[in-house]
Structure formats: C-alpha cells, structure tokens
C-alpha cells in the first residue's frame, strides 16, 4: 500500500516491520506481486505454533501453581483463563488472515494505491512525521508492558525471559501493531472522502458530466475498498471488540484482589498500576479505531449531503441540474459503513456499549463476592 509520496519511505518501513511478525504477507510494491508466499506461511505456521505451545504452558502452570490464579473467585478465574485463550486467538487470527486470501489483498493494496493517485490525498497520517508517531506509539506500548512486568517480578519473582515468553505481552503487540495498520488504512479512507468533500464544495457554478463521472468513480471506489476491509478483517474485528472488554475485565479483576491480598505482598500495587496500565492501552486501542472508522462514515455522510446541496443550487430543468440528480443517487447507492464480520455496524455506540456492560459486570461481580473480597 503505497500512500502519500512524502510518507512512502516510512510506509515502506512500516510494512518491512509487520512482515517480521507476518501481519501483513510479503508483498514487492515495485513488482506488485507477493514473494516467497511458501516461505511466508511456513514462518507464520511456526510463529504461530509457538505462540499456542507457550499459552498451553502457560494454562498449565496457572493451574498447578499456588500464585496469583488460584486465589482468583471462580468467576475471575474462569475470565482470567478465557482472556488468555481469546489473546492467543486473536494473535492466531491476524497471522492466518495475512496468510489467506492474496487476491484480496493485492486488490487491498491496489484500491489504496489508487485512491492515493486519484484523490491526492497529501494528508500525512497523523499529525505529526509518520516515523515519529510510530516510534512514540512503540516507546510507550514498551514502557507500559515492561512496567506490568516488573509489577510481577517484584511481587512473585518471576523472571524476566519468563515472563516476557510465557505472558500474553507478545500477542498484545500483535494487537497492537495491526490495529495500527488498519488505522493507516481507514485514515487513508477518511482523507480520500475529504478530498471529494473539497471537490464539491468547489462546485458553485458549473458541473461537468467528466467531473461528475471522476467524482462518482472515486466515490464507489472507496466504498468497495470499505467492503473489501469488511470482507478480509471483519471477523477479526470482533474478536478484537470482545477481547478488549475481556481483558479490561481481567485486569479489573486483578486490582480487585488488592484489596483481599494487600498485606500479603509488600509491593502488590506494582502489580495493580501494571494492569491499568494494560487497560489503558488495549482501550486505546479499541476506541481510537472505533472513533476513526465512524468520522470516516460521517465523511461519507456528508459526501451525500454535499450531493443533494449541489442539487438544490440548479434549475430543475438545467442540465446540471441533471447531473447533480445522478450524484445525489449514487451516493445513497455506495454509501457503506464498517461492520463487524456484518453482525452490526461499527460506530462510537460500540464503544458505550462495552463500557455499559463493563460497568454492570463489575457491580454484579462486588456485589456477589463482597464476602470473598
């Protein structure tokens, strides 16, 4: 996916970087064509075979050790146990989407080439330099894991190699890093409706069926791009959405045992501080792609408005009345929103909604166990 011509070394940098972790498969962007596609699957089946043996050990000693997880309630270990299975799934998840499906993804990168093309969408991807946005991003999801680790060091002795193989850190980052590319995407999604917005706002007088007929094929093109993303990560999405409010749970759950277990451990609010920490990130990460997918549909929205304005400006009988007539029905035609392997669309009600249920699991959960805690 090659995207602004100031930004193309640091895409290309981006890119070279997810394919170590096989989130995104091999692809030459000079030769458009995926290479060593073998190789590619075979490194990904191997990540991901590590990844299940070290989650298998990892139950293993959680079930036969005295720790933290056996003085869990039943329902708090029954999460902490499912959290980690949903971490490892999602982390199995990405590396076989980037594994699958290579039609769907050249055409992916084709859109997202063209769209960049067509619409000059010059926006950079974030405010500041991309390569200063990516490496903060890295420094801090660093500093906050490597702080949670520590909490466990120093209260349980855990070492660090340990910790760092056996934990559910590495299938963070997974998470990390690829909601960090579909952020690049829909961002490059976002600015290319902006750059239609900007074209119709300049239509004041005189409309053109060639720039009409431009306008509509930029338009359906990123709308089919939508439906493409919906296609190929839909399914990740919710597992992406459900692993957010449980693991948020989890962590919740931890700091409620300090308030059963603090005396028992001198540097028990490492541990704590560690686990918000964790929910401050994986929130993160959920909302701000939430929020970005929906102020890409609010710039289709208004795409649409934009239409039936330019519409009303003409005589009834004009041409260009004409015109704008076709416009304002192709846009209600290729008007599409994210959706969640289409179960429902993805907007900021999404995110009420976890939290809601968050609130409510966590009232239900003091209130049964107050004598336990």
């Given at each position: 996916m090659e995207l602004p011509r100031t930004t193309d070394s640091s895409i290309r940098l981006l890119f070279l970087y997810l394919n170590l972790y096989v989130i995104t498969p091999w692809y030459s962007f000079v030769d458009n064509s995926f290479y060593k596609p073998w190789?590619?699957?075979t490194y990904g089946c191997g990540l991901i075979l590590i990844r299940v043996v070290c989650t298998g050990i990892s139950f293993h000693k959680n079930l036969t050790s005295d720790g933290l997880a056996a003085k869990f309630l039943l329902t708090q270990r029954i999460i902490h146990h499912f959290t980690k299975a949903t971490t490892c799934a999602v982390m199995?998840?990405?590396?076989?989407?980037s594994m699958k499906d290579f039609d769907k993804w050249k055409l992916l990168f084709g859109n997202c080439q063209s769209i960049n093309d067509n619409l000059q969408t010059k926006k950079k991807l974030s405010m500041i330099n991309p390569r200063i946005d990516f490496f903060v991003k890295q420094i801090l999801f660093g500093i906050f894991t490597m702080y949670s680790l520590y909490g466990w060091y120093v209260c349980y002795g855990s070492t660090f190699w340990h910790?760092?193989?056996f934990s559910d850190r590495n299938a963070l980052y997974y998470e990390f890093l690829w909601v960090y590319f579909l952020k690049c995407v829909v961002e490059l999604l976002g600015n290319g409706y902006r750059s239609l917005n900007a074209t119709l706002v300049d239509v004041k007088i005189n409309l053109t069926e060639d720039l009409a007929r431009k306008v509509c094929q930029n338009y359906r093109l990123l709308a089919e791009t939508i439906?493409?993303?919906?296609?190929?990560f839909?399914?990740?999405?919710?597992?992406i959405i459900f692993h957010s409010g449980l693991h948020t749970i989890n962590s919740l759950n931890v700091c409620l045992l300090y308030t059963k277990l603090q005396h028992s451990f001198s540097f028990f609010y490492h541990v704590v501080i560690g686990c918000l920490?964790?929910?401050v990130l994986v929130l993160y990460n959920f909302v701000t792609l939430v929020i970005l997918m929906d102020s890409t549909v609010a710039e289709a929205r208004k795409y649409q408005d934009l239409c039936f304005q330019i519409e009303d400006k003409f005589n009834v009988n004009s041409d260009e009345a004409k015109i704008a007539a076709k416009l304002s029905k192709l846009s209600k035609q290729f008007l599409k929103e994210f959706s969640a392997g289409g179960f429902f669309v993805i907007n900021k009600s999404v995110?009420?909604?976890v939290l809601v249920h968050l609130a409510g699991y966590m009232v239900v959960t003091v209130q049964f166990n107050m004598d336990d805690l």
């Amino acid at each position: 996916m090659e995207l602004p011509r100031t930004t193309d070394s640091s895409i290309r940098l981006l890119f070279l970087y997810l394919n170590l972790y096989v989130i995104t498969p091999w692809y030459s962007f000079v030769d458009n064509s995926f290479y060593k596609p073998w190789l590619c699957k075979t490194y990904g089946c191997g990540l991901i075979l590590i990844r299940v043996v070290c989650t298998g050990i990892s139950f293993h000693k959680n079930l036969t050790s005295d720790g933290l997880a056996a003085k869990f309630l039943l329902t708090q270990r029954i999460i902490h146990h499912f959290t980690k299975a949903t971490t490892c799934a999602v982390m199995v998840s990405i590396i076989i989407t980037s594994m699958k499906d290579f039609d769907k993804w050249k055409l992916l990168f084709g859109n997202c080439q063209s769209i960049n093309d067509n619409l000059q969408t010059k926006k950079k991807l974030s405010m500041i330099n991309p390569r200063i946005d990516f490496f903060v991003k890295q420094i801090l999801f660093g500093i906050f894991t490597m702080y949670s680790l520590y909490g466990w060091y120093v209260c349980y002795g855990s070492t660090f190699w340990h910790s760092i193989v056996f934990s559910d850190r590495n299938a963070l980052y997974y998470e990390f890093l690829w909601v960090y590319f579909l952020k690049c995407v829909v961002e490059l999604l976002g600015n290319g409706y902006r750059s239609l917005n900007a074209t119709l706002v300049d239509v004041k007088i005189n409309l053109t069926e060639d720039l009409a007929r431009k306008v509509c094929q930029n338009y359906r093109l990123l709308a089919e791009t939508i439906e493409l993303f919906n296609s190929m990560f839909g399914n990740q999405l919710i597992l992406i959405i459900f692993h957010s409010g449980l693991h948020t749970i989890n962590s919740l759950n931890v700091c409620l045992l300090y308030t059963k277990l603090q005396h028992s451990f001198s540097f028990f609010y490492h541990v704590v501080i560690g686990c918000l920490c964790l929910v401050v990130l994986v929130l993160y990460n959920f909302v701000t792609l939430v929020i970005l997918m929906d102020s890409t549909v609010a710039e289709a929205r208004k795409y649409q408005d934009l239409c039936f304005q330019i519409e009303d400006k003409f005589n009834v009988n004009s041409d260009e009345a004409k015109i704008a007539a076709k416009l304002s029905k192709l846009s209600k035609q290729f008007l599409k929103e994210f959706s969640a392997g289409g179960f429902f669309v993805i907007n900021k009600s999404v995110v009420i909604s976890v939290l809601v249920h968050l609130a409510g699991y966590m009232v239900v959960t003091v209130q049964f166990n107050m004598d336990d805690l």
